[in-house]
């Protein structure tokens, strides 16, 4: 069944947006997109069930977006496509088109990306050039007999597609993959025909689709409108796309022109933009590829793009044809059918943590989302009617304790929250006085939904027996967080020397500043950067081997440099050997001295310490109670998220 917003005062208030447009011979219902993205391992798997993806992209359909594009299928020369991988795939098609959603499925090759490793029957890492990928590895030179090979792995998936009921292809020609470097000079210095018109590849995937899919359904391409390299140093240069583009829309095969920016690798995080930058700052690089080649075609505006306000202005404007909200679609898929019943105050916010990309980067096989734990558990995870309503009581406001409250009251229960703190929000919200700000807003957005839910949430109240005993709950939540360690873990240190993360955002700390990380994610670093953008002297010490291993590949990209360049010495492998009042000495695992710094305040990013301490009272008093959070096992925000929703849909 076919759900698409329905005419409201919120499509009066945007109506660029919800104005169908037509690709090629086909109308899309809306100017929304959601662009392709890795998002299931198990749906490329013959022998795992498919539906968690089918479920996941149909669920985001029948929230209203118009045009999705499939996650990509890598177009492999050599191997076939099984009846299973066609099925499934139509299953997929059918699931989507029948929401209303124009449905397109993106063809790609890695070439010489990664290593090859992983799966021992992989062949080498084919490539125009003997050239080297970022993990290291030597890519094989294809010869012109395997470029042909490869160029009938596309035909053949453009034709899958065909077969199993999508309305079009998308070819990849960015972030870094085998077209991009196929028209790179760094990776095509050929002098055969492959390298004298390096465009001659991608002209020829592009016949190959538009032969498969017919006159009738679509053929999109994404370009990069910047490689952000310049041909000095083996890129293609801002010059280099313009000519090139020009030459691909002569061919007449394109339909539609989807937008990023780079060319991979380190360039990867300004595509998939964080918290760290404003909603759309990669439109001037499309603005000014617009400006200096004539597209006839609707172009797709990429990169942040989170409210539905700023996507109608710049649909409104002419900057873009097509707005891509992908990772805003991760995060709440009624996106579009909220902004058309006039409720766009209860979207839930992308928030720019990039777990999602950082999960798939890290080679786990299914994404997920920050604040968001139904991704790809649509169906597991979903909020239905509690067979009878208790009398809930959520001891602790932080994302556990809210996302558990609102959950609960959505089932019908009948919620209270009580919380210790003067506001909601937990140990997250030390991360509203950093270059993460953006993350709190999922605090807020929750705090908005109870509102709307009518669950009390009291703020600066202790939980205790009397407290336990007025209320009487029938069910408890016990979401109390956890406690920094500090100064007990360094009993030598001078009073006051160590102190907590918030202690350290809160305090007005100067001087020389020791920031000592154990825990290897992205507390530590952002605490650092910010005390040293506040004119502290930053000492940044960490157990790992690299900074932050666990804070996600696309924060790697740029907070190490971020480090390098504000704090006075970052020291990877380091231990506190001993602080002794205000001296600190730093040593290598096996106890060897790898420096010694007088420093003024120590800040302790290291375990915290769960906060049970309700747990005795409850016992006490027979209470049925569950612990969540980081009361269960202190770790990250979207564990805390994720547990407060499955406990609420186990009362």
């Known amino acids: 069944m076919t759900m698409s917003a329905a005419p409201s005062s919120g499509t009066s208030a945007f109506p660029t947006m919800f104005s169908p447009i037509r690709l090629g011979a086909m109308e899309v219902r809306n100017r929304v997109v959601i662009t392709s993205h890795g998002a299931s391992e198990a749906f490329r798997h013959p022998r795992m069930a498919p539906d968690s993806y089918i479920e996941y992209l149909r669920r985001r359909a029948a929230g209203g977006g118009g045009l999705i594009i499939a996650q990509p299928i890598l177009a492999d020369p050599a191997g076939g496509i099984t009846a299973e991988t066609v099925d499934r795939h139509g299953r997929l098609a059918e699931a989507v088109r029948a929401e209303g959603a124009t449905f397109l499925l993106q063809l790609t090759h890695l070439g010489t990306f990664a290593r090859s490793e992983a799966d021992v029957r992989r062949p080498p890492l084919p490539g125009f050039e003997s050239s080297q990928s970022a993990a290291g590895e030597t890519a094989h030179k294809m010869t012109h007999a395997e470029i042909e090979q490869m160029i009938e792995g596309y035909r053949r998936t453009a034709e899958l ?47 190959a689709a538009r032969e498969q899919v017919g006159p009738d359904r679509i053929v999109g391409y994404r370009t ?119 409720r766009s105050h209860r979207i839930r916010p992308c928030v720019g943590a990039n ?209 390098r360049r504000r704090c006075e010495r970052v020291v990877t492998g380091g231990l506190i050997g001993d602080l002794d009042g205000k001296h600190v000495i730093v040593v290598h695992p096996d106890g060897e001295t790898l420096a010694e710094f007088d420093v003024d305040n120590v800040v302790a990013v290291t375990a915290p310490r769960a906060d049970l301490d309700l747990v005795p009272v409850l016992e006490r008093l027979g209470s049925r109670y569950r612990v969540i959070g980081d009361a269960l096992a202190p770790r990250t925000a979207m564990h805390a998220f994720k547990e407060g929703q499955e406990a609420a849909l186990a009362l």
């Open 224 to 342: 990069p409108s910047d490689d952000l390299r310049s041909p000095e140093d083996g890129g293609i240069g801002f010059a280099g796309i313009v000519e090139i583009l020009r030459e691909l829309l002569s061919t007449g095969t394109i339909d539609v022109l989807n937008t990023t920016i780079g060319d991979g690798g380190a360039s990867y995080a300004r595509a998939i933009p964080n918290y760290r930058y404003a909603e759309a700052p990669n439109i001037p690089a499309l603005t000014r590829l617009r400006d200096a080649v004539r597209i006839d075609v609707p172009v797709i505006g990429v990169g942040r793009i989170l409210s539905p306000g700023l996507a109608e202005s710049l649909l409104s404007s002419g900057q873009v044809d097509m707005v891509a909200m992908t990772r805003a679609h991760i995060a709440d898929p009624d996106i579009v059918t909220k902004v058309g019943q006039g």
């Open 355 to 563: 777990v999602c990309v950082n999960r798939k980067l890290q080679g786990y096989p299914e994404i997920s989302c920050f604040h968001n734990p139904e991704v790809l558990r649509e169906k597991e995870l979903a909020v239905r009617p509690a067979e009878s309503a208790r009398r809930v009581l959520v001891v602790g406001a932080g994302p556990a304790g809210l996302k558990a409250a609102e959950v609960a009251a959505k089932r019908g229960h009948q919620v209270s929250v009580v919380d210790a703190g003067s506001r909601p929000g937990g140990r997250l919200l030390a991360a509203g006085q950093t270059a993460a700000l953006a993350l709190v807003s999922s605090v807020d957005h929750l705090v908005g939904e109870l509102t709307e839910l009518g669950v009390p949430v009291r703020t600066g109240t202790v939980v205790d027996e009397a407290l336990l005993r007025e209320l009487n709950p029938d069910e408890v939540v016990l979401a109390t967080g956890a406690r920094p360690v500090t100064a007990e873990a360094f009993p030598d240190a001078a009073d006051g020397v160590v102190v907590s993360s918030a202690e350290a955002l809160a305090d007005q700390l100067s001087g020389r500043v020791l920031v000592y990380d154990t825990v290897g994610a992205n507390e530590g670093p952002l605490v650092a950067e910010e005390l040293a953008r506040r004119g502290a002297s930053v000492i940044f010490v960490t157990s790992c081997e690299t900074v932050m291993p666990w804070g996600g590949q696309l924060h790697r990209a740029e907070v190490p440099g971020i480090l």
């Open 161 to 207: 597609a065909a077969t199993a009921g999508f309305d079009g292809v998308e070819i990849h020609g960015a972030h870094g993959y085998l077209v991009q470097q196929s028209l790179t000079p760094a990776y095509n210095s050929r002098t055969d025909e492959w390298g004298r018109d390096r465009t001659l590849f991608v002209r020829r995937l592009l016949q």
